[in-house]
């Protein structure tokens, strides 16, 4: 680090976690590309949207987190390899070829195929929730979906589910680098485990009878042409587990809070059904799951804003700062469900653009529609500033609960 980083204690505090658009606003304006010191890992954070769609596609910010520097010793600890060594810390051509491979079972058109099937997982968990008057959201609605979605494209045993899902908030919740408490440490290594051991089971089971899903058509790949290792096929499978359902859920709870404060807009998306696609990137824009793009190791000395960022430095890019830039976006901090959709950055850019958008988008779009249309009256059950957050330092801006109230 040069001189002068930001403490965790000035940053990462609670009423960060809270709301950390105040803070961001306060970075852009004065220090745009500065070290910051978190619970997590020591960084340099990106917070303007120009400069940050450029790192973004700056070949000089590897995200090859497993290479001879080790940094994913860093960021993750010892423990992530077995899981985290895929497509999203990898640089082409590794990306390239990894990302070929899976890039066929999101196509546009059959993710479309998928809508009835969205649907139906949208009314069934709604139609356990609609006659209690009230639940929480998170547990019963925001993170069920996109899980048992990603479920049934990877083809994971629904008598699995709620195990996996376990594991999985584990890893979301605990937090996973070297500074975090040493029990989190230790639950979050336990849950790694046992997920690797699972998945590692769950594709030797796949390989022993042949299914037509999408573990069934990469042990194909693996076996048949050789495209993929088998720690390759582990890992690409947690990868699309996790990303696969981690941010929806997320953005579902995010912007279900977004419109429950800003009753305007939603009076507005209820009269006017149509505005719900806008809406959804609207919502992103003000306040996406993922506020901090993964790490980037910087592989020269690299300068941003007249500040260096040595070599070997972990360079974060504040995507949520970014798509509140008022050099791109006219009163960035109100929320407009009919603004035009802006270029916002909240699905990333360039070659690790988000592999899922079609799928996110379309679970965004079912999942919030229906929420609101079958329950009326939606309210919060707390007070906003006693919603319960994860970390301020975590990669996810989430809730841990969403309390809510509506008509029986």
Same mark, same amino acid.
């Given at each position: 680090?040069?001189?002068?980083?930001? @403490?965790?204690?000035?940053?990462?505090?609670?009423?960060?976690?809270?709301?950390?658009?105040?803070?961001?606003?306060?970075?852009?304006?004065? &220090?745009?590309?500065? @070290?910051?010191?978190?619970?997590?890992? $020591? !960084?340099? =954070?990106?917070?303007?949207?120009?400069?940050?769609?450029?790192?973004?596609?700056? *070949?000089?910010?590897?995200?090859?987190?497993?290479?001879?520097?080790?940094?994913?010793?860093?960021?993750?600890?010892?423990? !992530?390899?077995?899981?985290?060594?895929?497509?999203?810390?990898?640089?082409?051509?590794?990306?390239?070829?990894?990302?070929?491979?899976?890039?066929?079972?999101?196509? *546009?058109?059959?993710?479309?195929?998928?809508?009835?099937?969205?649907?139906?997982?949208?009314?069934? =968990?709604?139609?356990?929730?609609?006659?209690? +008057?009230?639940?929480?959201?998170?547990?019963?609605?925001?993170?069920?979906?996109?899980?048992?979605?990603?479920?049934?494209?990877?083809?994971?045993?629904?008598?699995?589910?709620?195990?996996?899902?376990?594991?999985?908030?584990?890893?979301?919740?605990?937090? !996973?680098?070297?500074? !975090?408490?040493?029990? $989190?440490?230790?639950?979050?290594?336990?849950?790694?485990?046992?997920?690797?051991?699972?998945?590692?089971?769950?594709?030797?089971?796949?390989?022993?009878?042949?299914?037509?899903?999408?573990?069934? /058509?990469?042990?194909? /790949?693996? $076996?048949?042409?050789?495209?993929?290792?088998?720690?390759?096929?582990?890992?690409?499978?947690?990868?699309? =587990?996790?990303?696969?359902?981690?941010?929806?859920?997320?953005?579902?709870?995010? /912007?279900?809070? /977004?419109?429950?404060?800003?009753?305007?807009?939603?009076?507005?998306?209820?009269?006017?059904?149509?505005?719900?696609?806008?809406?959804?990137?609207?919502?992103?824009?003000? $306040?996406?799951?993922?506020?901090? %793009?993964? *790490?980037?190791?910087?592989?020269?000395?690299?300068?941003?804003?007249?500040?260096?960022?040595?070599?070997?430095?972990?360079?974060?890019? %504040?995507?949520?700062?970014?798509?509140?830039?008022?050099?791109?976006?006219?009163?960035?901090?109100?929320?407009?469900?009919?603004?035009?959709? %802006?270029?916002?950055? +909240?699905?990333?850019?360039?070659?690790?653009?988000?592999?899922?958008?079609?799928? %996110?988008?379309?679970?965004?779009?079912?999942?919030?529609?229906?929420?609101?249309? &079958?329950?009326?009256?939606?309210?919060? +059950?707390?007070?906003?500033?006693?919603?319960?957050?994860?970390?301020?330092?975590?990669?996810? &801006?989430?809730?841990?609960?969403? *309390?809510?109230?509506?008509?029986?």
């Amino acid at each position: 680090m040069t001189e002068h980083p930001i @403490p965790a204690s000035e940053l990462y505090t609670d009423e960060f976690a809270a709301d950390p658009y105040p803070s961001y606003a306060r970075l852009r304006a004065d &220090r745009p590309v500065c @070290p910051v010191s978190s619970p997590r890992f $020591d !960084s340099y =954070l990106i917070s303007r949207f120009d400069d940050a769609r450029t790192a973004l596609t700056d *070949p000089r910010l590897s995200k090859d987190l497993y290479g001879p520097g080790q940094h994913y010793l860093r960021i993750f600890g010892p423990n !992530s390899e077995g899981l985290n060594k895929n497509m999203l810390n990898s640089d082409p051509p590794e990306h390239t070829r990894l990302r070929r491979i899976v890039s066929q079972a999101f196509a *546009p058109r059959r993710i479309e195929a998928l809508r009835p099937r969205v649907a139906e997982i949208v009314d069934t =968990l709604l139609d356990r929730i609609v006659p209690r +008057g009230g639940c929480d959201l998170m547990r019963d609605f925001a993170i069920p979906l996109p899980m048992l979605v990603i479920s049934d494209l990877l083809g994971i045993p629904e008598s699995d589910h709620e195990r996996v899902l376990d594991w999985t908030q584990v890893i979301r919740t605990s937090g !996973s680098a070297n500074r !975090s408490p040493e029990k $989190d440490r230790a639950a979050v290594q336990e849950a790694q485990l046992r997920l690797h051991q699972y998945l590692a089971d769950l594709v030797q089971d796949k390989r022993a009878h042949p299914a037509d899903d999408m573990i069934g /058509a990469l042990v194909d /790949a693996c $076996d048949r042409d050789g495209e993929l290792s088998e720690q390759e096929l582990v890992t690409t499978t947690f990868l699309l =587990l996790f990303a696969g359902h981690q941010t929806t859920a997320d953005f579902i709870g995010n /912007a279900t809070v /977004a419109l429950l404060t800003h009753p305007d807009q939603l009076e507005l998306l209820l009269a006017r059904p149509e505005l719900l696609p806008s809406a959804i990137e609207e919502l992103l824009r003000f $306040d996406g799951p993922l506020p901090v %793009a993964s *790490p980037r190791i910087a592989t020269e000395d690299i300068e941003y804003q007249g500040v260096c960022i040595p070599r070997g430095s972990v360079v974060g890019v %504040a995507i949520n700062s970014a798509n509140r830039d008022p050099e791109h976006f006219a009163d960035p901090d109100r929320l407009d469900v009919r603004r035009e959709r %802006a270029p916002h950055i +909240g699905f990333g850019y360039g070659v690790h653009y988000c592999l899922g958008v079609s799928l %996110a988008r379309m679970e965004a779009q079912i999942g919030l529609g229906t929420l609101l249309r &079958r329950l009326p009256g939606l309210r919060l +059950g707390v007070p906003v500033d006693e919603l319960r957050r994860l970390p301020a330092a975590s990669p996810f &801006r989430g809730l841990l609960e969403l *309390p809510v109230r509506f008509a029986a």
